[in-house]
């Protein structure tokens, strides 16, 4: 199982096994770790907003064009933000961070 690390904006850290095939989003919830996912997956809102490192970003397919137009909407996105529930955990992604913007609530 790849290990992953939650991130928040106060620096706090939640580390976790993630299953292969989930979604980041469907981990998120799983470990209730403060992704909120409103519209449950369907790409509608861009509540499950996620900062990658460069690496990890730059390994994954690029986002789509819908994914894009949803993250031009997500506070405090940058170059390597994408949608939780667009990325699909894979055994390469062991010791994946992922950052949670400054926006996303923190229930540690």
Same mark, same amino acid.
């Given at each position: 199982?790849?290990?992953?690390?939650?991130?928040?904006?106060?620096?706090?850290?939640?580390?976790?096994?993630?299953?292969? !095939? &989930?979604?980041?989003?469907?981990? /998120?919830?799983?470990?209730?770790?403060? $992704?909120? =996912?409103?519209? &449950? =997956? /369907?790409?509608?809102?861009?509540?499950?907003?996620? $900062?990658? &490192? &460069?690496?990890?970003?730059? /390994?994954?397919?690029?986002?789509?064009?819908?994914?894009?137009?949803?993250?031009?909407?997500?506070? !405090?996105?940058?170059?390597?933000?994408?949608? !939780?529930?667009? $990325?699909?955990?894979? /055994?390469?992604?062991?010791?994946?961070? $992922?950052?949670?913007?400054?926006?996303?609530?923190?229930?540690?």
């Amino acid at each position: 199982m790849p290990k992953v690390t939650f991130i928040y904006a106060d620096g706090r850290r939640m580390d976790a096994e993630a299953h292969i !095939g &989930e979604s980041i989003l469907a981990l /998120a919830w799983r470990l209730d770790a403060g $992704i909120e =996912g409103d519209c &449950e =997956g /369907a790409m509608a809102c861009s509540t499950c907003h996620v $900062i990658l &490192e &460069e690496n990890a970003f730059d /390994a994954l397919p690029q986002p789509s064009e819908e994914e894009e137009s949803i993250l031009d909407l997500a506070p !405090g996105a940058g170059e390597t933000s994408r949608l !939780g529930c667009q $990325i699909v955990i894979t /055994a390469e992604m062991d010791e994946l961070l $992922i950052r949670l913007p400054a926006t996303a609530p923190s229930l540690l």
